[in-house]
């Protein structure tokens, strides 16, 4: 069974720094895109930061210069998050569209890690 294992979350001051990571557990063939969302309270989830198909990335004008997500050769993703903000709190999602099969790709979400900025 494929999952999405998330760690790095957790409480920090204004200023701050926290590294997230997202391993894909399980067999696949590929990673076609990878990268990671948020939610906060009372908003809609939107995109951090991701790789896409073609191997660009791509980030939420909030964060560009902040945060940084790159990979290692395996299966895992991580974003450094530096210079952090009150509003950069919220719980984060990792999300991976992968080749599970040589059918099709299916997209899968991690269970969410909460981030929390304190001013």
């Known amino acids: 069974q494929v999952q999405l294992v998330e760690s790095g979350g957790g409480l920090v001051q204004t200023g701050g720094s926290l590294r997230l990571s997202c391993t894909v557990s399980g067999s696949i063939i590929s990673i076609n895109a990878m990268g990671w969302y948020r939610q906060a309270p009372g908003k809609q989830r939107e995109l951090v930061a991701g790789f896409t198909s073609g191997g660009t990335t791509n980030y939420a004008d909030s964060v560009k210069g902040r945060f940084t997500i790159f990979r290692d050769n395996g299966k895992t993703v991580f974003l450094q998050m530096n210079s952090l903000k009150p509003e950069d709190t919220a719980v984060y999602y990792c999300?991976?569209?992968?080749?599970?099969?040589?059918?099709?790709?299916?997209?899968?979400w991690g269970q969410g890690t909460q981030v929390t900025v304190s001013s």
């Open positions: 999300n991976a569209d992968l080749w599970d099969s040589i059918v099709a790709t299916h997209v899968y």
